[in-house]
């Protein structure tokens, strides 16, 4: 059975940092394209992040460059996304998400196979 299973949201200040883990199981993410989107509620999910099955290669949104790394250890079958400079429109529920791909570069995650349960992040003073 494959499961991801997102942790580490909270409640953080303007300004402060959180880092938000995706924890596979039933898969080996090695093989997978990986993403991280975000919903919050009344707005659209919004891709945030992406990063290749190899880590060779990445994607932010304009929303969130220069703020957000995401990062990925294939040995721990685990994905991360390290947060910064958090702003109160960052609030959302993270989901990370992982599509099957052959090539070692390939960082679209626009559609895929699974996803995790999601993670609440709030920015509020």
């Known amino acids: 059975q494959v499961q991801l299973v997102d942790t580490g949201g909270g409640l953080v200040q303007p300004g402060g940092s959180l880092r938000v883990s995706c924890e596979a199981s039933?898969?080996?993410?090695?093989?997978?394209?990986m993403g991280w989107f975000r919903q919050a509620p009344g707005r659209e999910r919004e891709s945030v992040a992406a990063?290749?099955?190899?880590?060779?290669?990445?994607y932010y949104a304009d929303s969130v460059k220069g703020r957000f790394t995401i990062s990925r250890e294939n040995t721990k079958n685990t994905g991360y996304l390290q947060m910064s400079s958090l702003k109160p429109e960052d609030t959302a529920v993270y989901y990370c998400?992982?599509?099957?791909?052959?090539?070692?570069?390939?960082?679209?995650?626009?559609?895929?196979?699974?996803r995790g349960q999601g993670t609440q992040v709030t920015v509020s003073s």
């Open positions: 998400a992982v599509r099957w791909t052959d090539l070692d570069d390939d960082v679209r995650v626009v559609h895929y196979d699974y």
């Open positions: 039933g898969l080996y993410i090695g093989l997978y394209a």
């Open positions: 990063i290749s099955r190899s880590g060779s290669r990445t």
